[in-house]
Each structure stands twice: as C-alpha cells, then as structure tokens.
C-alpha cells in the first residue's frame, strides 16, 4: 500500500503486507494512518523520502528513549527529509503481534513502549530489505502519479 498524499488510512489483508510512502514531489503533505499493523510480519518502507539510513537510526533511538513521546505511536518525519517543506506523519492505530509455532493462537495487541521498540525494526530505508522485492514499483506508479500531457 502506497501513501501519495494527503491523508491516507491504510488496512492491510492477510499475510505481510508493505505500507510504503512515494515522495517524488518537493513539498509532500501526506499523513499515514495504519489501522492493524502486524508487528514481525507487515513493514513500512521510506526509501522513496530520501531519509538516510543513519539519519532514521537516530530518529527512532531518541523518538525510544524520549520518555515525553507520543504514547499512541505518531512520528513525524518531516524534519527528516532534505525538503523543509514537506509534512510527513505516521500513525500507527493498532499494533498486534501472533506467537511464533503455535498458529491456533490470538494476535496479541501491543501498544506503547513495546511498540515503538518493535517499530524501530520495521521501518527502513531499504525496500529491497523490507520486503525482499525490487523497488520497480516507484517505477510503475510514477505515470499514474504525473501522468504525460497529451
């Protein structure tokens, strides 16, 4: 699922599922709602904002340790990309997690502390690490995106 603009709320089906943003335009204005985000299967890939690995790293260490953050799991990404005026935000609404071998088993919801901590392995700079896949689909979307004058 791909975050264009504006405000987006994202649900995702069975199985992973990628929750990705598209930042091919300076000034991007876009808030990221996920309503079940599936903690060690779904991921969510900002490789497409120009956000350095490094840079996230850092991001999320201090976002971790600030006992002052957000408890509902909001991040804004905004001061992380080189454009001073995009507006970047990520919710997560609902966070769960399935105990590994025993598929008979619950989702347990997970929220808070334990979240953000799990966040931190699920957002990357990589597509090709988070979900395994070639990053071809900027290429396919951006014709649907800034499609040509006729």
């Known amino acids: 699922m791909v975050a264009i603009e504006g405000a987006v709320t ?23 709602t996920i309503t079940d985000f599936e903690i060690g299967t779904d991921r969510i890939d900002v490789s497409q904002l120009g956000i350095s690995a490094g840079v996230l790293t850092t991001y999320l260490n201090d976002y971790l340790t600030d006992p002052e953050s957000d408890p509902l799991v909001e991040f804004d990404l905004s001061a992380l990309t080189s454009d001073t005026s995009d507006s970047i935000k990520l919710t997560i609404q609902k966070a769960s ?42 290429l396919d979307l951006a014709p649907l995106v800034y499609p040509s004058a006729p």
């Open 97 to 138: 997690i399935t105990p590994t071998g025993n598929s008979e088993s619950e989702p347990t919801e997970v929220t808070g502390n334990a979240l953000k901590a799990a966040l931190s392995d699920a957002i990357s700079t990589s597509f090709e690490m988070t979900s395994g896949l070639s990053d071809a689909w900027v």
């Open 10 to 32: 994202a649900t995702g089906g069975t199985g992973a599922d990628v929750f990705a943003f598209y930042g091919a335009q300076s000034g991007l204005q876009t808030h990221l």
